[in-house]
């Protein structure tokens, strides 16, 4: 959880990530599984909600945590470069956004009946509430 928490405070901050730091996340990225599901979803709506989200996807990207985080992601970096002008437009002044906008945004490079089956999926691993589900339907 300590490796997301890192990418939500750097980039909510602007903090830097030091080289130590980020390879020893790109080594543990994968112990993100062991990880309650829902605590997964909690730092990845305070994420994308906040207005830093893109250099936070930008982090995920970075630190090979998105294909961790959205394994339903056929092809996570190639779907994050289209999905970043997106997500960029949301909320020009800077404001907070609701998750549900925030994930569609997100996923907004995928077609649109794959993007409603891949959001499902992942909410659902994630174990969001049924009216969590609901809203991003």
């Known amino acids: 959880l300590r490796m997301l928490r890192a990418v939500r405070f750097a980039s ?9 730091t980020a390879d020893a996340i790109r080594r543990n990225a994968g112990d993100l599984h062991t990880i309650s599901a829902e605590r997964i979803l ?7 909600e906040h207005p830093s989200r893109v250099v936070a996807c930008d ?8 294909s961790t985080v959205m394994p339903e992601l056929q092809e996570p970096a ?3 470069e289209q999905s970043r ?8 002044g800077g ?3 609701r998750f549900p906008l925030a ?6 490079a995928l077609s649109p009946s794959e993007a409603g089956r891949v959001g499902d999926a992942i909410l659902t691993r994630l174990r969001a509430s049924n009216e969590e589900l609901d809203r991003t339907r």
Not at 13 to 20: G, N, V
Not at 42 to 48: A, I, P, Q, R
Not at 85 to 92: E, F, I, N, R, S
């Open 103 to 108: 994930l569609a945004g997100f996923l907004s």
């Open 85 to 92: 002008l997106v997500l960029t437009g949301l909320c020009p």
């Open 42 to 48: 909690n730092e990845l709506k305070l994420m994308l």
């Open 95 to 97: 404001q907070e956004v």
């Open 12 to 20: 909510r901050f602007l903090f830097r990530i030091e080289e130590k």
């Open 78 to 80: 190639r779907h994050w």
């Open 59 to 66: 982090w995920l990207c970075e630190l090979n945590l998105l």
